[in-house]
Antibody, heavy 116, light 106 residues
Framework: QVHLVQSGAEVKKPGASVKVSCKASGYTFTTYGMHWVRQAPGQRLEWMGWINGGNDNTKYSQKFQGRVTITRDTSASTTYMELSSLRSEDTAVYYC?????????WGQGTLVTVSS | DIVMTQSPATLSVSPGERATLSCRASQSVSNSLAWYQQKPGQAPRLLIYGASTRATGIPARFSGSGSGTDFTLTISSLQSEDFAVYYCQQYNNWLTFGGGTKVEIK
């Protein structure tokens, strides 16, 4: 059974960085890529970026280019999303979702609050 | 970027009635279109992929149609557990989500 378990909620100050993890289980980690999607309060879901399952190739949304970095640790079956230069508008729930083209498997979400 | 537009923003429906939700893409996405249901405090749940294929465990009252730029999600007879927000998503060119349709009790 596929599970994606994310790290816990974070509170950060403006200008800081946050790193959210997503640990996968129940499948061969290197077979599937991983997307990161966020949802600000009352807003639509927003794609941030993706990392390839078989190598470290990444693709980022133009909106987050330069601020987001997605990495992985295959030995730990874990994907990471780091967002830098945080501002209040980055307050959101961040999700990892396995790349099945569409998004069948989702992490439980990680709330990141940016507040001074 | 492909822009996904959903209508209406809110749909008021009585239990047992049919609900029809629309989604339009700014350019063709072929049939690379998925629908999700989201309830407060939960991650989205995949309902439909490939524009018309129900995901595992999804009841037959949910159906999807369309291709190219215009898509429809139909819920044939609304149950109490169906009142939620519904999002469409294209995956033809990375991922883009629509703004959502909230289905509320009339």
């Amino acid at each position: 059974q596929v599970h994606l378990v994310q790290s816990g909620a974070e509170v950060k100050k403006p200008g800081a960085s946050v790193k959210v993890s997503c640990k996968a289980s129940g499948y061969t980690f290197t077979t599937y890529g991983m997307h990161w999607v966020r949802q600000a309060p009352g807003q639509r879901l927003e794609w941030m970026g993706w990392i390839n399952g078989g190598n470290d190739n990444t693709k980022y949304s133009q909106k987050f280019q330069g601020r987001v970095t997605i990495t992985r640790d295959t030995s730990a079956s874990t994907t990471y999303m780091e967002l830098s230069s945080l501002r209040s508008e980055d307050t959101a729930v961040y999700y990892c979702t396995r790349d099945d083209s569409y998004a069948y498997y989702w992490g439980q979400g990680t709330l990141v609050t940016v507040s001074s | 970027d492909i822009v996904m537009t959903q209508s209406p923003a809110t749909l008021s429906v009585s239990p047992g009635e049919r609900a029809t939700l629309s989604c339009r893409a700014s350019q063709s996405v072929s049939n690379s279109l998925a629908w999700y249901q989201q309830k407060p405090g939960q991650a989205p749940r995949l309902l439909i992929y490939g524009a018309s294929t129900r995901a595992t465990g999804i009841p037959a009252r949910f159906s999807g149609s369309g291709s190219g730029t215009d898509f429809t999600l139909t819920i044939s007879s609304l149950q109490s557990e169906d009142f939620a927000v519904y999002y469409c998503q294209q995956y033809n060119n990375w991922l883009t989500f629509g703004g959502g349709t909230k289905v509320e009790i009339k």
